[in-house]
């Protein structure tokens, strides 16, 4: 038998496709609620390249209290850098979505897009990995970690004592990573 060549769906996948087969249980409205979830991400993942890209470029939006505007002109303002990978090992790392440290100031802000209710552990990890890979003692520094989202700025000085145990968390759980994946070459 000759196939069907499909060369321009090499390496894609389809919503609905074998490999994620779940949604053949799915009923009308789980598949609605899925398929919008999806389109959610895909949207959010447009608008952080957009507002890294007018981070980087310097260009304002216009002074409103909209989410997207008030993130990008604040990274601006603070001189940040977007899209910011924070690294420690192969095991843990992250991508900040905007982050800067001077004057011994850490600031690490998130955009969210969506509407579900987020936390600042996120942030927080970021900031243990920054403390981690630039060699920093969280007391050492100050942090202020933001997230922009649903048109409001959500600021939180975390206690140090959060950053050092997440830091110590990922010490421990990156050893203890390393000795599973040495066993299961044995």
Known sequence: MIFNTHSHFEGKHAFLSASKYHWINYSNDKLDN??????????????HEFASQAIKLGIKLPKTQKTMNMYINDAIGYRMKPEQILFYSVN??????AISFRNK??????????VTPTSMK??????????LEYKFKPYEID???RIYQNDNVEEYIPEVDDIV??????????????????EAMQ
Request: contains cysteine.
């Open 34 to 47: 899925v398929y919008k979830t999806a389109l959610a991400a895909a949207k959010g993942t447009e608008l």
């Open 92 to 97: 843990c790392f992250g991508t900040a979505d």
């Open 105 to 114: 100031q850490l600031r690490i802000h998130d955009l969210k897009t969506g």
């Open 122 to 131: 996120q942030l927080e990890v970021y900031a243990a990995l920054f403390c």
């Open 143 to 145: 942090i202020e970690l």
């Open 165 to 182: 145990h997440i830091m110590d968390k990922i010490i421990t759980f990156d050893k203890q990573i390393e000795i599973l994946k040495a």
